[in-house]
C-alpha cells in the first residue's frame, strides 16, 4: 500500500508530495483530472476498486490494482486544500469500511 498526500497550488492543480513510487506519472494534476483531481473537483471521496476500469485514472506506477482518494477541505472556506491518495496492489483494496475510517482520520487530524 502507498500513501500520498497532493496539496492544493493556487487552487489551480494538485502538487505531487512524498510518495513511495518510483514513478511520477506528472508533478502535478488539473482540477477533474484522474482521480485525485476529480475527488478535488467533486469534493468527495472517490473509491475505486478496479484503477484499469477507470476512465479518468492516472498511472502512477504498474502495481496499482484500486485507489481511494479523500479530500481534505477547509471547515471555514469550504474549499479542498489537499487530497490523501492511498493506493493498494490489490483489487477491491477498499471499501466503505476504509472510505468511513479515512474520512474520519482526514476530519479529524488534517483538517
Known amino acids: 500500500m502507498r500513501v500520498v498526500i497532493l496539496k492544493i497550488i493556487l487552487i489551480v492543480q494538485l502538487e505531487i508530495g512524498p510518495n513511495a513510487s518510483d514513478i511520477l506519472a506528472t508533478p502535478r494534476i ?35 490494482q484500486s485507489e481511494i482518494v479523500v479530500p481534505v477541505i477547509d471547515e471555514n472556506s469550504k474549499i479542498v486544500t489537499a487530497v490523501l491518495d492511498v493506493d493498494s496492489t490489490v483489487k477491491e483494496g477498499f471499501d466503505e469500511v476504509d472510505q468511513h475510517y479515512l474520512e474520519l482520520i482526514v476530519q479529524k487530524y488534517l483538517n
Open 30 to 64: 488539473d482540477l477533474g483530472k484522474g482521480v485525485c483531481g476529480e475527488s478535488w473537483e467533486k469534493k468527495k471521496t472517490m473509491l475505486v476498486k478496479y484503477v484499469n476500469e477507470c476512465k479518468n485514472y492516472i498511472a502512477c506506477d504498474n502495481e496499482t
